[in-house]
């Protein structure tokens, strides 16, 4: 009701301001729209003002609006409405996603008890799900896969054996080699009779072509695009992208993290021949809450806002719910959006890390925090715990390598050790936790992936993939070169003011 009054309200002053223009037989057309322009200037000011949104967004907005104005109004259209907007649009699907969350939990064959020894690893689990977390699933094996050699070979192997069904979802997904190559398997399976479903992002996957997905479809394959860039809707989802990486093989195998499908992925791109990721194969109880991720995405890419049918895929075919009974630890899997009632990998990762006794090694390839992550690392590193991020040496983003920049000396000065990953990219998406805790998933540490993109994380207590995950970490430190504080600081006055720059602009993205 609020929101509709002050529409009203603005609509009405700006009728009134025109009326008045058009009396005054001196006015010009080309004043009557520089008064407009205004207009609408101070409007979406206003709206930024009493949307209470952070104080360093809200000056960011106000600084490009007034410095850049054609700028700012189009990056505010497309990028700027506030997460209130995509949750209204989308409040109808989120209601049925609730509903299917629920039909889920009420139809598990066993409930689960997570198989852990540490009272610290039981007391995280219960906070995690409070905070919007799935439950913890026992009985499940995890596997680190390490680069995307190792990466694809897992998930060719396991689609080549699949007997029911294949799901696949992915932000990125290119039609080059790697990507023909999976796209060759997935035909063949489905020409036997598999079930195949292939969901891809708009925005990530904008280059895929009808000829590159036609011999998909008339294979039989099921292709959906996440809210696509050519909707109606465009103003409405363009800031609001589908980040997963998800593929399900008979509702057994499960694999996700942070490799998307191209050739640069297993390094074969000039500008980083060195490509270092880490991804996730999972087996057990855990795949449940991974699937039901996966289809809902999919019943609202397919089905939007008009209609929707859960019944097919509630069968045991989709979830078998098959445990591993010798599997050591707990897998618990963290997912949020932008409809989502709050940032929940945000506080999951926020509760894991304080939750520290030793240490909090983080690899991500963006690093922009919020205050509260900020706060948390350098009070962790005062405190003596040993809080490091491995960083990439060379960024493919200039806005988001300067803006992360940024933010490495009040770390540093706190007591923080930053490392510079030299032999190429670093684009894992990793959390240790006193070599005990683990997260891996899509998600980075930024704002963007907190607020903005559907993300999902697993988080590993005593799991053996952890052990894996401790090796990567040591093995990439050897290979970085560690920021010193004393040389950081001495960095060029054009660079810090080129970061602060980028650290301003950084909570429009």
Known sequence: MKNRIIQLLFVFTVMTIIISLLNKSFISLYTLLGVLWSITIIAIAFVIFIENRSPQSTLAWFLVLALLPIVGVLLYFLFGRSRWRRKKHLHRVEERRKIFREILGATRINSVIPSVQNEKSVQLMKVVQKFGGGPAANETTTKLLTNGEETFAEIIKAIENAQHHIHIQYYIYRSDEIGEKLRNILIKKAQTGVIVRFLYDG???????????????????????????????????????????????????????????????????????????????????????LQAIFLEDWVYASSGLNSYSWEPYLTKQYFPNDGVPDAEGAVQ??????????????????????????????????????????????????????????????????????????????????????????????HAKIVLIDDEIATIGTANMDIRSFELNYELIAILYESTAVVGIKRDFEQDFRVSTEVRWEDFQKRSIRKRILESLMRLISPLL
């Open 203 to 289: 925005l990530g996957s904008y280059s895929l072509r009808k000829r590159f997905l036609k011999p998909m479809k008339e294979a039989g394959i099921e292709v959906i695009e996440f809210d696509s860039i050519l909707s109606p809707w465009l103003l409405e989802t363009v800031n609001y992208r589908n980040h997963r990486k998800i593929v399900i093989v008979d509702g057994k195998i499960g694999f996700t993290g942070g490799l998307n499908v191209g050739d640069e992925y297993l390094g074969r791109s000039k500008k980083f021949p060195v490509w270092r990721d880490s991804h996730l194969k999972i087996e057990g109880k855990a795949l449940y809450k």
């Open 333 to 426: 899997i963290v997912a949020s959006g932008p409809s989502s009632h709050d940032t929940s990998i945000r506080n999951a990762l926020l509760a894991a890390m304080g939750s520290a006794k030793k240490s909090i090694w983080i690899a991500t390839p963006y690093f922009i925090p919020d205050q509260e992550t900020l706060t948390l690392l350098r009070l962790s590193a005062i405190a003596g715990i040993d809080v490091r991020i491995l960083y990439p040496g060379k960024s493919d983003s200039l806005i988001s390598d300067q803006a992360s920049q940024s933010y490495f000396a009040p770390l540093l000065e706190a007591g923080v050790s930053i490392y510079r990953y030299k032999d190429g990219f670093m």
